[in-house]
T-cell receptor, first 113, second 115 residues
Framework: GAGVSQSPSNKVTEKGKDVELRCDPI?????LYWYRQSLGQGLEFLIY????????KSGLPSDRFSAERTGGSVSTLTIQRTQQEDSAVYLC???????????FGPGTRLTVL | RKEVEQDPGPFNVPEGATVAFNCTYS??????FFWYRQDCRKEPKLLMS???SGNEDGRFTAQLNRASQYISLLIRDSKLSDSATYLC????????????????FGQGTILTVHP
């Protein structure tokens, strides 16, 4: 069956621009997670959704980061006024329920020039 | 103690060797644990889940020691294809089994298996 998909796969943007990253979870998975991974680093938790609700937003690095999920399915992660330190791979994962095995998408590689 | 801490590695072993990784965690309420593997420039993929004292799957054995709050992963008869980064993952459960949904990933241990 279809796995988690993310788009775009690569995004190059200029400092100060806004970007929107999209995640399509596996159908029926109620939990959805966003992480980011900088080069050579571990995964940094950003936010997770249970349905359309985000019980834990503690990982968002700053108020420039926001995320939403609609219809219990697609999620978007928005970064406003991007900075160079935002450059990383942004990974999305979904799970049938929390906190169980997660299935990751291929990630979006964001480069801020 | 960090939320999740792993052997820093890297581990370089010959084919056929047995190698073990350790992971310690700070949240004594965590109930289930996971090992993921991540290949270079790829997304993490689930390797094993650990819900009780341990789990075995072919050449891979995961063990859990709740008293000492550590999890281990043992790989026997290493293959070249086992070369990857191994991530220890701990859910941040609360006492009483309440799940907050947040998972904390360790920094990962790099394994390189050479001929």
């Amino acid at each position: 069956g279809a796995g988690v998909s993310q788009s775009p796969s690569n995004k190059v943007t200029e400092k100060g621009k806004d970007v929107e990253l999209r995640c399509d979870p596996i159908s029926g998975h109620t939990a959805l997670y966003w992480y980011r991974q900088s080069l050579g680093q571990g995964l940094e938790f950003l936010i997770y959704f249970q349905g359309n609700s985000a019980p834990d937003k503690s990982g968002l690095p700053s108020d420039r980061f926001s995320a939403e999920r609609t219809g219990g399915s697609v999620s978007t992660l928005t970064i406003q006024r991007t900075q160079q330190e935002d450059s990383a791979v942004y990974l999305c994962a979904s799970s049938p329920r929390t906190p169980r095995e997660q299935f990751f998408g291929p990630g979006t590689r964001l480069t801020v020039l | 103690r960090k939320e999740v801490e792993q052997d820093p590695g890297p581990f370089n072993v010959p084919e056929g060797a047995t190698v073990a990784f350790n992971c310690t965690y700070s949240n004594s309420a965590s109930q289930s644990f996971f090992w993921y593997r991540q290949d270079c420039r790829k997304e993490p993929k689930l390797l094993m889940s650990v819900y009780s004292s341990g789990n075995e799957d072919g050449r891979f054995t995961a063990q859990l020691n709740r008293a000492s709050q550590y999890i281990s992963l043992l790989i026997r008869d290493s293959k070249l294809s086992d070369s990857a980064t191994y991530l220890c993952v701990v859910p941040q459960d609360a006492a009483g089994g309440t799940s907050y949904g947040k998972l904390t990933f360790g920094q990962g241990t790099i394994l390189t298996v050479h001929p």
